[in-house]
């Protein structure tokens, strides 16, 4: 312990003890609650039916769900990676104290403070193949809209760009701060070295941000894989169902079906599937520190 | 922000300026939508390329929306949070950094085990649980969730713990209590923290959808990202796009003015995220 | 900011005596041009007439304060979560069949004493009203409308493509009789035959497929806990349905706005959709160089299977349970009335009245196309009264109509998850 060991425990216990009486009321009794709940065929309001693992059992065989489960992955998977190469490079880029590098941090970060409903908003303007900026562009050009949030193989690549329209600012941030924190005498003992530029990205940029990187890709693949808002917004998960990720699933199931026993053992799962690709990504970052 | 060439080489600049004009180009056309009348629109939403533009739909917004309020409810909503996400963690970082008190460190472990639980996996228990308490439906139910923030608490910690000690052990030897030590000493010197929390918290809480949405069950306790759900979802039905874009601007005003005066302090403080 | 702050909060946290009740509507949100309106005579379009009505009652009832909540169509996951979180409003628009959903689990008051304060009963109401809103002996909703879907016509069109006679169209009477008019109307005028709003709009599937089994008197729920949709006489429906979107003879990629208003630019002849858009179509119809003007004609479904007929329903206004005041009550009575005493202006909306009197009104006859489809009401159908969970079901059939009709899955296997889907929603419910 680091401090003076003169607090006695009351005064421990009256720092600590609002949050963690909050924490344990808002957060840990809920989550007993639920894994109660989730073994209930349960009703919305209130009705229940102990049904022991049925509704895990039901889940695993739900053909909905498991297209859910790859609805969610597949965004994951187009959003995280283009979001985190796009942003460091544009730190990369923007890493300078020139005027023009300040209004364009500013541009690509502006995105961010708009909430989801605005982002959807703007964003069905965009996209819609009837009213939309992009059909009235190319309309321009006499070429047909294309049916961004109807069609099967564009609405879940839509839902994505939008999100990574959105998602720019925390991540660029991020990597600008890491870039600050790069001692300056490597890049002078590399210049010295007459490494290219290539060179000193791979052997000194990139070693050195490594801790943001994992950081944002940490971040980033948890958010997603809790993605909601813009597609039950933009395309309400559709067209038949073929954007719907789990986040959707478990609002349908439990507002729309009044399934809550169900809807939480949805929810039971993606905590699981949340926790265990952290680990895997957490894992796979120690193993190759370690391989160094 | 001093490192690198100085200028931006002319092909980055090029690839920033299109990266740029993608990022600007929807903020745009929303604000033109927005500064067109709704009959004409309806025929053919190109129009907003060219005049006449009008202000009426935002008159409309000002004369006889609930807008104005959702608006205010957002702020009540994300500003009561951040006041206490930041109250809650700094009092329990300091807590866990420098006191010593029995279970302590178990304590600790189990608010760390909280950065692992999704929202997803408590909201509905939690629904549940607030309407057994009446919360729903009030400012108090639509904060209480966001102040359970554990990445706060271990930010916290993580940055008491790195403020010497001899600090406190000078302040305790001229007598301080442990509060006023807390209060006067170490607390000013967390302000960097504070931001970089702060600015997290507030963005979260604007951005909060599926809480508001289930817990808000009258209007005039909406906040802006459910009550501008409702409308956007029949828009068909509604007054019309550019009343709808006039809205997306109405609501994004703010925050972006706020951004824009206290650009540097926001992105100093998103830095400070990446420093520890 | 601040100020800003300072100024919203004086505006909105002024103290209220009055007595508030808390309504919640569909409908969308108007408030641009209706916002302080009170003249619901010259309102237009649902939302228009229900604001201005609301509107005038509360300047005629300086005491009650009406708090609206506008919630997204269908509002239901929405109503759900409010009653979940034991909040739910005073009086809540529903459709006729959902009603059963809420009044089997105990959820809603009924409203017969209430009505009563206001002059109103059973007998007051048309008999699709009655049959609609009475459970268990008791009336558990104020009827509002009944709703169906239409055919609405374009008549320029159709009069381009050779499909009209002595200033009526012509409608077809067999599914092979729909794909001729349709392919003869591309090739004549360049555009297709229907328009549909085929995205995010469950009811358009929905009310096409019930409506032809209905017609066919197919027992579409034999119980209260199986639906039987993988059939026959579903697959020929749906198959059609198919043919054709394939055929590019409806527009395809549209929502209920793109389509509404692609029907207004001229760009398709038939828009089969709710009586809703009567009167909007109308207006244009009446307006000298619009695509419509002078060219809007509106019909039922065609007759294409078995006998005439149209899956119709109704809206209503249910009043959740939860603890009301006394003075709450009388004006949530003194509003029903209020509203009931108008049903006539929200048939200019072009649904059909749900109370009687309307009927014989004079006005209500010199109604545009009220002729035409006066018809509906003889063959309109609803699903029996035991169905519960209708709103969620049409989701899950919709999702399923619309892979077979886009071709993202076979129509065998479509009906089949249907099927499936709904049996199980079904066999879950407690």
Not at chain 1, 18 to 46: H, K, Q, T, W
Not at chain 1, 68 to 93: D, E, G, H, M
Not at chain 3, 147 to 163: P, S
Request: with cysteine.
């Amino acid at each position: 312990m680091i401090g003076p060991r003169s607090g006695s425990t009351w005064q421990g216990y009256a720092f600590v003890g609002p949050f963690v009486a909050l924490y344990c009321f808002l957060l840990i009794y809920p989550l007993f609650m639920g894994i109660e709940i989730s073994f209930n065929r349960a009703d919305l309001f209130g009705n229940r039916e102990f049904v022991g693992l049925e509704n895990y059992r039901r889940l695993f065989a739900d053909p909905i769900f498991h297209q859910a489960v790859a609805t969610t992955f597949k965004l994951t998977l187009l959003i995280v990676p283009t979001l985190t190469v796009i942003t460091l490079l544009l730190a990369l880029a923007l890493n300078r104290a020139t005027r023009t590098a300040g209004v364009l941090r500013g541009v690509f970060f502006s995105s961010s403070v708009l909430s989801v409903t605005i982002l959807t908003l703007i964003w069905r303007f965009v996209l819609t193949p009837d009213a939309g900026l992009i059909a009235k562009l190319l309309g321009v050009f006499g070429w047909e809209p294309i049916p961004f949030l109807s069609d099967p193989d564009l609405t879940v690549p839509a839902l994505a760009i939008a999100t990574v329209w959105w998602s720019l600012g925390l991540p660029m941030m991020l990597f600008l701060a890491g870039l600050q924190q790069i001692p300056g005498d490597i890049y002078e003992a590399a210049a010295l070295d007459r490494a290219s530029r290539w060179t000193t990205f791979w052997k000194v940029t990139l070693p050195s941000l490594r801790g943001v990187l994992i950081l944002v890709i940490m971040l980033q693949t948890a958010a997603q894989l809790q993605i909601f808002g813009q597609a039950q917004l933009l395309t309400s998960g559709g067209p038949s169902g073929r954007s719907r990720p789990i986040v959707l699933y478990i609002y349908e199931l439990a507002f729309g079906r009044w399934e809550l026993g169900y809807a939480i053992a949805a929810a039971e799962v993606l905590f699981l599937l949340v926790l265990v690709i952290t680990a895997l990504q957490y894992w796979a970052v120690s193993r190759t520190k370690a391989d160094r | 922000m001093s490192r690198g060439r100085d200028r931006i080489s002319p092909v980055a600049l090029v690839g920033l300026l299109i990266g740029a004009a993608i990022m600007v180009a929807p903020l745009v056309w929303t604000l033109l939508l927005s500064l067109k009348s709704n009959s004409e629109l309806m025929r053919d939403s190109a129009a907003a390329f060219s005049p006449p533009y009008t202000l009426e739909n935002y008159h409309a917004i000002l004369a006889a929306s609930l807008v104005p309020r959702w608006l205010l409810n957002s702020l009540i909503v994300s500003l009561g949070t951040t006041a206490g996400v930041l109250i809650l963690c700094s009092l329990a970082g300091y807590g866990f950094a420098r006191l010593q008190f029995p279970f302590r460190r178990t304590l600790l472990a189990l608010v760390l085990i909280g950065l692992a639980i999704p929202e997803q996996a408590v909201i509905l228990p939690r629904h549940q649980l607030f309407a057994q308490l009446g919360l729903h439906n009030s400012y108090p139910g639509l904060m209480l969730p966001g102040l359970v923030a554990p990445f706060g608490v271990f930010f916290m910690t993580q940055y008491f713990r790195a403020i010497p000690v001899e600090l406190d052990e000078a302040a305790m030897l001229d007598g301080a209590s442990r509060f006023t030590l807390f209060w006067k000493v170490l607390l000013p010197l967390t302000l960097p923290a504070q931001a970089t929390l702060g600015v997290f918290t507030f963005l979260g809480s604007w951005n909060d959808y599926w809480w508001p949405l289930i817990s808000a069950t009258t209007s005039d306790r909406f906040t802006l990202t459910v009550g501008l759900a409702s409308s956007q979802m029949n828009y068909a039905q509604t007054s019309g796009l550019g009343f709808l874009m006039a809205q997306a601007v109405f609501a994004s005003i703010p925050i972006l003015v706020v951004y824009v005066l206290f650009q540097k302090q926001i992105v100093r403080a998103m830095a400070g995220a990446a420093v520890r | 900011m601040i100020m800003l702050a300072a100024l919203l909060l004086s505006g909105c946290l002024q103290t209220d005596d009055r007595t508030t009740i808390v309504v919640q509507r569909f409908f969308g949100e108007c408030g641009a041009v209706y916002g302080t309106s009170t003249d619901v005579a010259t309102a237009e379009s649902e939302c228009g007439i229900l604001m201005t009505m609301i509107n005038a009652f509360e300047a005629a009832n300086p005491d009650v304060r009406v708090k609206i909540n506008v919630v997204a169509w269908p509002g239901y996951p929405q109503l759900s979560a409010q009653f979940a979180a034991g909040d739910p409003p005073d009086l809540v628009t529903m459709h006729q069949s959902v009603i059963s959903d809420y009044q089997a689990r105990g959820l809603l008051d009924p409203m017969d004493g209430l009505l009563a304060q206001a002059g109103i009963t059973a007998e007051d109401f048309t008999a699709a009203g009655r049959a609609g809103v009475i459970k268990d002996g008791q009336i558990y909703a104020m009827p509002w409308d009944t709703v169906g879907g239409l055919f609405h016509i374009n008549t320029a069109l159709m009069a381009e493509a050779g499909l009209m006679r002595e200033g009526r169209p012509i409608l077809p009477e067999s599914p092979e009789q729909l794909l001729d008019h349709a392919r003869h109307f591309r090739a004549a005028t360049g555009k297709p035959y229907l328009i549909q709003a085929q995205v995010n709009d469950p009811a358009t599937h929905v009310r096409n497929l019930y409506t032809y089994l209905l017609a066919q008197d197919a027992q579409i729920f034999p119980d209260a806990r199986t639906i039987r949709i993988n059939t026959p006489r579903a697959r020929e429906i749906v198959k059609l349905l198919r043919t054709i979107h394939a055929d590019g003879l409806t527009t395809r990629s549209q929502d209920f706005s793109a389509a509404t208003q692609a029907f207004t630019n001229g760009e398709g002849g038939i828009f089969p959709v709710g009586t809703w858009m009567i009167g909007p179509y109308e207006e244009e119809a009446r307006t000298p160089g619009r695509p419509l003007y002078n060219s809007y004609a509106v019909m039922p479904y065609p007759s294409l299977y078995g006998r005439p007929a149209a899956f119709v329903d109704g809206h209503a206004w249910i009043m959740p349970k939860r603890k009301r005041s006394d003075p709450e009550l009388r004006a949530i009575s003194r509003f029903l009335g209020f509203l009931a005493e108008r049903n006539y202006d929200w048939t200019r909306t072009g649904h059909l009245p749900a109370f009687k009197s309307v009927l014989d009104l004079p006005q209500f006859e010199a109604l545009p196309h009220r002729g035409d489809i006066a018809a509906m009401a003889a063959t309109g159908g609803q699903l029996p009264a035991y169905v519960q969970r209708q709103s969620a079901i049409q989701g899950l059939l919709a999702e399923e109509i619309e892979a077979a009709v886009t071709g993202l899955k076979p129509v065998d296997t479509a009906l089949e998850d249907a099927e499936r889907r709904v049996n199980e929603l079904l066999s879950q419910m407690l």
